[in-house]
T-cell receptor, first 114, second 114 residues
Framework: SAVISQKPSRDICQRGTSLTIQCQVD?????MFWYRQQPGQSLTLIAT?????????ESGFVIDKFPISRPNLTFSTLTVSNMSPEDSSIYLC???????????FGEGSRLTVL | AQSVTQLGSHVSVSEGALVLLRCNYS??????LFWYVQYPNQGLQLLLK??????LVKGINGFEAEFKKSETSFHLTKPSAHMSDAAEYFC????????????FGRGTSLIVHP
């Protein structure tokens, strides 16, 4: 298993600002993912964070809006840039385990944009 | 691409009653199947998974699920609901031999009445 710590756990931000969310894993993992969970909705994959290379973004998400860093096998950051109220969501860091698609999740970062 | 359907965005049961949360998937090839639970203000936690072998899978907290290939279903059950089971439940699937990145259902909110 893996223990994942996310910071901040919640924040209230002003429109037009940026926020960086940190994700720390207690073991080295190959696959790290960032998900968005909008109010009352399911999880949407933003991107796969690749160690040593650029993140792989899903359709509808771009690097300028959601830059991601993955400096090593235990850490990643997601930045939400130039925020608007539509960015108010829970952002979840997760890591893959094994080769079945099983995921471990962080506690989530609850973002409110005013 | 895989799709996952969870029937009912909300399910309400009385404490002690049977819990049944429905999940159907679209793939013609049986995928890997998962149920996750999300308690308020927390991340997702794996309840149980089906990868191979016995089609009736037991998970944590008394939950179980049965993979039925003929019905492309993976419904989650618990014989007797407890107040502490109130949470959001997500069904997820990932392709065998694919990227292993799971697709999540929209989630079902379980409400337990005293």
């Amino acid at each position: 298993s893996a223990v994942i710590s996310q910071k901040p756990s919640r924040d209230i931000c002003q429109r037009g600002t940026s926020l960086t969310i940190q994700c720390q894993v207690d073991s080295q993992v190959t696959m790290m993912f960032w998900y968005r969970q909008q109010p009352g909705q399911s999880l949407t994959l933003i991107a796969t964070a690749n160690q040593g290379s650029e993140a792989t973004y899903e359709s509808g998400f771009v690097i300028d809006k959601f830059p991601i860093s993955r400096p090593n096998l235990t850490f990643s950051t997601l930045t939400v840039s130039n925020m608007s109220p539509e960015d108010s969501s829970i952002y979840l860091c997760s890591v893959g385990w094994g080769n079945t698609g099983e995921l471990f999740f962080g506690e989530g970062s609850r973002l409110t944009v005013l | 691409a895989q799709s996952v359907t969870q029937l009912g965005s909300h399910v309400s049961v009385s404490e002690g009653a049977l819990v049944l949360l429905r999940c159907n998937y679209s793939s013609s090839v049986p995928p890997y199947l998962f149920w996750y639970v999300q308690y308020p203000n927390q991340g997702l936690q794996l309840l149980l998974k089906y990868t191979t072998g016995a089609t009736l899978v037991k998970g944590i907290n008394g939950f179980e699920a049965e993979f039925k290939k003929s019905e492309t279903s993976f419904h989650l059950t618990k014989p007797s609901a407890h107040m502490s089971d109130a949470a959001e439940y997500f069904c997820a699937v990932s392709d065998r031999g694919g990227s292993y990145i799971p697709t999540f259902g929209r989630g079902t909110s379980l409400i337990v009445h005293p």
